[in-house]
């Protein structure tokens, strides 16, 4: 109780606003943190699209076959476009660095908890989806898969005719799932997982 003259507030005031402000943080930073993983997740889902069509426009342009490759570079995962095709991280080559805890996924999700494969629009999924594949992109800006293991390297189109690229990250508690699929005309399309289904 304030006596007449006196200025500020009494402790329990202070207690109770200190109260209500650590109740909001603590409702508030797990909420900011999920967004920041989200955000990062999408930006290098769409980083790793737009290196795609980059790959698929450089390709036309110089009537070639192009890769796109994995690798680290500073301790960071990169994807880059070879554009010598020798298997290496140059630095004259177009790349984008994962953002964050990202990486690219090694096959399609699977386990308890995960979220189904990408399945493309109008396909019936029975088609195998060439995601652990190396994308090429042919001198006609078509997808392919590019396989170095014959002499020259072939690039061969899959019978999916189509790609699916998942990228996930870590975060507390869960993963976060994104995905870029490479249609058979060589568009790129980038989907997240809500938890529920592909959007």
Known sequence: MRRAGQRGFSLIEVLIVVLVVMIAAAIAVPNI????????????????????????????????????LYATRNGARIAYVDLNRNASFDADEPMMEFSGTT??????????????????AGDTGSSS????????????GLPC????????????TPV?????YYLTDTRVGTAGWAAVVVTKGGRTKMVTWNGAAWN
């Not at 990486?103 to 493309?120: M, N, R």
């Open 33 to 68: 943190f999920l967004a920041v993983s989200n955000l990062r997740l999408r930006a290098s889902a769409g980083d790793l699209s737009g290196l795609m069509q980059q790959a698929r426009i450089q390709a036309a342009k110089d009537n070639t076959t192009y890769p796109i």
């Open 103 to 120: 990486v690219p996924a090694s096959g399609t999700p699977s386990g308890s908890g995960q979220p189904t494969a990408y399945v493309l």
């Open 129 to 140: 989806y060439d995601n652990t594949n190396t994308l090429g992109f042919t001198g006609r």
């Open 145 to 156: 898969n590019y396989d170095t293991t014959t002499t020259p390297a072939t690039c061969s």
């Open 160 to 164: 999916a005719r189509y790609f699916v």
